[in-house]
């Protein structure tokens, strides 16, 4: 039997568990023998690396998170610990790994197989939904998900208090999140790293839509954007003559069970992670396209910056 291990790396998502789940399962059906690394690539140099069995991942598919546990690891950037990486997999014959992360760990492994002959493939996991060549990463519906709720719980008692509400998501410096949470829960605003913005420009408007009969706003800021979420609030009241608040979701994005998407994007994405191992791709990262499922090279995945399709920027609100 041949051994094949699995990591988490860098940002948790919701739909690690589900994938884990379904890899020990799914290997053993394919007569590997599974394997688990704990901490991400820390985990590998320390050798926190173990069998797994059916009972090991019983009951996790509705949890967010990841039992491995994930990390960043300084270390590995280095070819000596690197190397202490290689000796733990080589103790227990490990020579294929698959990575749930994103492309800052896919390009580590890249090295590490260049390097160390460590086969691996990339299965893109992060909530930001910023990783170039793929148009969906594990865990993005989830945070999605747990947006919608926050936005439509902050609608109700915006609605009844009559106030404007900048609710600000995470993403880094991509705006995907904030994007397609302004577009599914009907903000009036949305401002995102990627397109430049100046406030004066909604004042009109907004004006005009008080006079109308408006009795609240809500706003969706991405992290990334040039200003703090409580500015945007204070410019509500300033210029807009609205109270207002202010509400970062933060890392309650992070979290929450995976919804029925995530967990079948994660059986996918294992499925195919294990049959390209199988049938001989040794470095590859699984994308999802429009013409589905596609093995990619960590050139084409990390080389370039993830940039949001212009369609969906098209549907961006103006003033
Ligand atoms: N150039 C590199 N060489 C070796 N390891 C790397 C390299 N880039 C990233 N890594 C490893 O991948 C980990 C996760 O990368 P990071 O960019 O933080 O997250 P993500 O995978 O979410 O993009 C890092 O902490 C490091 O251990
Ligand atoms: O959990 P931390 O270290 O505070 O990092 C927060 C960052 O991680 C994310 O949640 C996810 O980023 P990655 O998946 O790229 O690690 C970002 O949206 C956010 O900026």
Same mark, same amino acid.
């Given at each position: ?61 509705? +949890? ?48 590490? /197989?260049?390097? #160390? ?58 705006? /995907? ?24 420009? /909604? ?5 005009? #839509?008080?006079?109308?009969? +408006? +009795? ?36 309650? #994005? ?6 029925? /998407? ?44 993830? #940039? ?12």
């Amino acid at each position: 039997m041949k051994n094949i291990a699995i990591l988490c790396s860098g940002g948790d998502v919701s739909g690690m568990n589900p994938a884990i789940k379904h890899f020990v399962e799914y290997a053993l059906e394919k007569e590997l023998t599974p394997y688990f690394v704990y901490d991400g690539f820390k985990g590998l140099i320390e050798n926190k690396i173990v069998k797994a069995t059916h009972k090991d991942v019983a009951g996790i598919i509705n +949890r967010g998170g990841t039992i491995l546990g994930s990390a960043r690891s300084k270390k590995f950037m280095e070819k000596k610990f690197r190397e202490v990486a290689k000796k733990n997999l080589d103790a227990l014959n490990i020579d294929m790994l698959v990575v749930l992360g994103g492309d800052g760990s896919f390009r580590g492994m890249d090295i590490f /197989y260049k390097e #160390q002959g460590i086969k691996f493939c990339g299965i893109p996991s992060t909530i930001d939904n910023d990783i170039n060549g793929t148009e969906y990463c594990l865990g993005v519906d989830t945070a999605l998900n747990v947006i919608k709720e926050s936005i439509d719980n902050i609608r109700d008692t915006a609605a009844s208090f009559s106030r404007a509400f900048v609710i600000e998501t995470m993403g880094r410096d991509c705006g /995907y999140l904030a994007l397609v949470s302004a577009l599914t829960c009907g903000a009036e605003l949305c401002l995102i790293p990627e397109v430049e913005y100046d406030l004066k420009e /909604y004042e009109k408007s907004f004006k005009k #839509q008080i006079k109308n009969g +408006r +009795r609240y706003f809500i706003a969706v800021v991405s992290e990334g954007i040039k200003e703090e979420s409580s500015e945007i609030a204070k410019w509500f009241e300033e210029k807009i003559g609205f109270e207002s608040r202010a509400t970062i979701l933060g890392h309650t #994005q992070r979290g929450g069970n995976p919804t029925i /998407y995530d967990r079948l994007m994660a059986y996918k994405f294992v499925n195919h992670a294990l049959d390209g191992m199988l049938e001989g791709r040794d470095e590859s990262v699984i994308c999802y396209t429009k013409k589905g499922f596609e093995y990619k090279s960590i050139d084409e995945v990390a080389n370039k910056k993830y #940039q949001l399709d212009d369609k969906l920027l098209s549907y961006l609100k103006k003033f």
